[in-house]
């Protein structure tokens, strides 16, 4: 079991940045992948981007070159740096972590709202 509770979400000025962070209750170094994945209303849930255990990444077509993740393990936390923010980046933000070995396994924070004014 995994815990994951997101922070940093709030209301912010179209053009400004926040930093959300996920504190992990295990070690993440031993979790293959950690993500950050957004749900506006009425839309579904998708990809925002994604580190492997290793440190590669991947993201979203429409935050690509505004938005950066990264881990630190020894701290069991990821971070979505998210600049140049847009009103259609107002979403819901959820963290989720990813085990595939030994068994497929996968865990989903409560959620944070993140609200960006035009």
């Known amino acids: 079991q995994v815990l994951l509770v997101e922070s940093g979400g709030g209301l912010v000025q179209a053009g400004g940045s926040l930093r959300l962070s996920c504190a992990a209750s295990?070690?993440?170094?031993?979790?293959?992948?950690m993500a950050w994945y957004r749900q506006a209303p009425g839309k579904q849930r998708e990809l925002v981007a994604i580190?492997?255990?290793?440190?590669?990444?991947n993201f979203g077509d429409s935050v690509k070159g505004r938005f950066a993740i990264s881990r630190d393990n020894a701290k069991n936390t990821v971070y979505l740096q998210m600049n140049s923010l847009k009103p259609e980046d107002t979403a819901v933000y959820y963290c989720?972590?990813?085990?595939?070995?030994?068994?497929?396994?996968?865990?989903w924070g409560q959620g944070t709202q993140v609200t960006v004014s035009s």
């Open positions: 580190i492997s255990k290793e440190g590669n990444t």
């Open positions: 295990k070690n993440i170094f031993s979790i293959d992948f």
């Open positions: 989720n972590a990813k085990i595939i070995w030994p068994r497929a396994e996968e865990y």
